[in-house]
């Protein structure tokens, strides 16, 4: 699950230092994905990936969560703004499918 951290921590990112409400939801579906979406006041602009310089101190959230997940997203609302990412889990082997 270092993928999924990783992901919310980015998807998170922006939020942390604005004083704003956050609304984190996470969903495991039965094929295996993992939902990770982070709501947020909006802002003026809309999330988009960025392509920071090497010494940049930011702006590589979004890169990052294109890269780790499946598919990801933004959605909009009226007053809120929506990233959100599925990201493939590994599946466990249960102690049947071991001995199967």
């Known amino acids: 699950m270092n993928s999924a951290t990783s992901a919310l921590a980015d998807l998170l990112d922006p939020d942390l230092g604005d004083g704003?409400?956050?609304?984190?939801?996470?969903?495991?579906?039965?094929?295996?994905?993992?939902?990770?979406?982070?709501?947020?006041?909006?802002?003026a602009t809309r999330p988009l990936p960025a392509r920071p310089s090497m010494t940049s101190r930011g702006g590589r959230?979004?890169?990052?969560?294109?890269?780790?997940?499946?598919?990801?997203?933004?959605?909009?609302?009226?007053?809120?703004?929506?990233?959100?990412?599925?990201?493939?889990?590994?599946?466990?082997?249960?102690a049947s499918a071991r001995s199967a």
């Open 20 to 43: 704003g409400g956050i609304l984190v939801r996470w969903q495991l579906y039965e094929d295996g994905l993992l939902g990770l979406e982070v709501t947020d006041g909006g802002a």
């Open 61 to 94: 959230g979004l890169s990052i969560v294109g890269q780790l997940a499946s598919d990801w997203g933004v959605r909009d609302a009226p007053g809120q703004v929506t990233v959100w990412a599925l990201l493939p889990t590994r599946v466990r082997h249960t």
